[in-house]
């Protein structure tokens, strides 16, 4: 059946069951591989995008739950210019095989609309569902403390 | 266009007349090195205008595309491997595009022979070539810009994409030369006396922003779970739970009728589903009911074999393959004042890449296309062939980035499964592994028992050091049974790290008893070094309480190496050895990487913990990494690899554990195979030291020394020894008693 989403301000429709995560039909069906498959069960973050803002498991989230709401995936996290994230992410040489990283980026930009200068421990303990297998976690933290700082 | 290459013999220096380009729309450099004979060279450069053969093409605008010829799986070698180039061919590195090189022999990396990409020698093997071909560019150029000047070419000299003549000011920019320039056909001799000097580098040993940061940033799509292919399905194999094991029988009619799927297959190793999406292909994997072959490894129960394996290790008796022997330790121990034994166990553990196995393939009467994430772009065409049945240069590979490649990406199986799924149903198919299967299919870090002897005489010095380990074979799978039988049956990947070069052992055995039990094994980042060295330095430390020294003074007695005693004294000073810590102790290991021939990089590794007895929690707080890598090229990014290298080993040290029931797998998700998240993450100090002027293996470097160094703290803090990885809390506790 036809699903209408509203995905980084855009409209946008695609054919699939209602109960299809909302992972694969951003990623498949609309195409929008930004968001990864990591787990598909709630468990690393790398499928992370915001719903009115909230940072969710799009994996866990069934598609019809997503309906009539705002989604934003990393390619719509800032509108034309990076995002204050991105630029620290990039300055810090965050990104390793980057597989996590959109995921990462979108969990730290719950966390920076709601807390501009959040402390150490509230960074770590935001982020602590994400994984990396990389171990970019330190760059991780100083990124976002980058971020809050030139914001 | 696609021209093939003639080379005549292995020097680097041929050009085929075919490459020059028509009506000076730029300059392309076919420059080959190690001995590739006839290659076919697939030149595939998009938005280039010098059609490139080898490495270098200027466009008249002056942009330079710079091809890398390794796969990219986030240590960053697709940014410093065209930055060696563009450092001997001075270039203005704004200018410079980088491009993924496509599969052929002209790309071989030196010491495999193939474009493959393991040992953290990706960097170290593709050094000198192209630092050459870079060189041999720069001078094509000048001997253009001579020639139009009229000058002597030895009165140049060059700028960032300049050449310059000093004594009539002229200069000439890259593109402009590339514009007029006709490449020669023999490529000039560049002797390696001839390339830069170290102290002339503009941009090695600076770091420069590394060229994928942006996209990774941004969810650019960069993988092969990425790909999209107009016309494509989506399939998925549920692999046998054992290896070499298939489906009998399964429930084919109940999986056909599923909503959205396409067919459903029996594979020798598994059964294919193909649907139209992901989701439906994934619903169906759910419902899938197969009896499987029982097979050797049916039965296998991990716990049960590794007290077989011990119990073979105690036995002197049950003999392995003698790895390398210098003296005779067997003798020195027999005749020793004192001996000092212990055992050393580790359990399997799995890659838990991020980025589940994923590949695309699409069968044509034409080919086969091939999209993946590799660490072996060679065999990929080779195997991709083979199972489509059409000639190697049937095969088109598009070489992806790797969402983690950790040795799991080492071999192409999944490669092989997407050709199989494309050919059952005449479409493209991506293939993707759920989490689960990626775990239930895993292939692992061997399981391994070792035991150590060491003699000492009265004096407590070391006569004699016998290291014997049980654990499966890796080389079969990766390289066949024939190649371990022409090492004479050394499986490098499972004995690595179990030498001491740089320690005073004056005699040294090592025997790897083969335990083929049937389970998936593969090579995991740092292969052996994660278990021979946390036994070596481990056992050092308690050498270091038997003879009644501090573990950090007694390494410099007996490390023998300039290099070695540099990086282990330095780490020590970082985190200030001599102070004592209130309810915290610090451990300290040594660890190297590398081969004889190319030469070893090493570390000195301390970690500082503490410990939660209730609950048997280790804490590290505090982790200091002294690393010489010869000549770093690129220091924040080594500084990376390091970090990466410690975070890793340490989950594996901490947490990770593979367990096999009755052949089967028993973890299947995050949940169930835990690995080290951000709150669990020390405060970590890297040094990088340099010590020469050639790079040398980094991005395994660091995942020797953790454990031990952690056992090693543990054994500071609580005089009790850990001798079982991953060193979980139960077991603390069990070891506490």
Redesign the interface.
Known sequence: MTIALTINGKTASAE??PQ??LL?VIR??L???????????G??G?CTVHIDGKAVASCQTAASQAVGKKIT???G?SADN?HPL?KA??AE??????????GQ?MKAAELLASNKKPTREQI??H???????????????RAIERAAREA | MNAPINNKGTLDTSISRRSLMQGGAGLTFAFTFGGAANAFVDANTQGATGKLNAYVAIAPDGIITILTPAPEMGQGVNTVLPLIVAEELDADWSKVKVQQAPVDAVYNHPVFRSQYQVASLTTRGYWMPLRTAGAQARRVLMDAAAAQWGVPVTELTTEPSTVVHAASGRKLGYGEIAGFAQAPTQAPEIKPEQLKAVAQFRFLGKDVQRIDMADKASGKPLYASDVQVPGMLYGTIARAPVRGSGPTSFNRDAIKAMPGIVDAVTFDHGVGIIGNTIEQVFAARQKLKAEWKQVKGSSVNSDKDLQEYLAHLRDPNHKGVVVRQTGDANAAIAGAARIVSDEFVSDYVYHAQMEPLSCTASVTSDGVEVWAGTQWPTRCVAEAAKTAGVEPQKVKLHVLQMGGGFGRRAYVEYVVDAVLLSKAVGKPVKMIQSREEDVHAGRFRPMTAQKLDVGLDASGKIVGWRHRLAAETVYPYLYGQARLDNDKGVDFIVIAGADMPFYDVPAHVTDHIYEDRGVRVAAWRGIAAGYTNFAIEAMLDQLARETEKDPLEYRLGLLKDARAKKVVERAAQLADWGRKREGRALGIAFSKLGVPPVGFSMTGTVAEISLDRASGNIKVHNLWCVADVGLPLQPDNISAQLESSLIFSMSAALKERISIKDGAVEQSNFHDYGVIRMSEVPEIKVEVIRSGDIPLPVGELAIGGTAPAIANAFLALTATRLRHLPMSPERVKQALG
Not at chain 1, 31 to 41: E, M, Q, V
Not at chain 1, 127 to 141: A, L, S
């Open positions: 699939a069951d299809t995560p694969w498949e069906h195409k929008l591989t930004g968001t990864n498959y990591g787990c598909g069960s468990l690393c790398a995936t990393i390619e996290l990076p991105q992410w990039i040489q965050v990104p390793q095989c980057g597989y996590c990283q959109s980026i770590v303990s982020m602590d569902g994400n994984i990396c297998r990389c171990g970019t976690y330190p760059r991780i933290v």
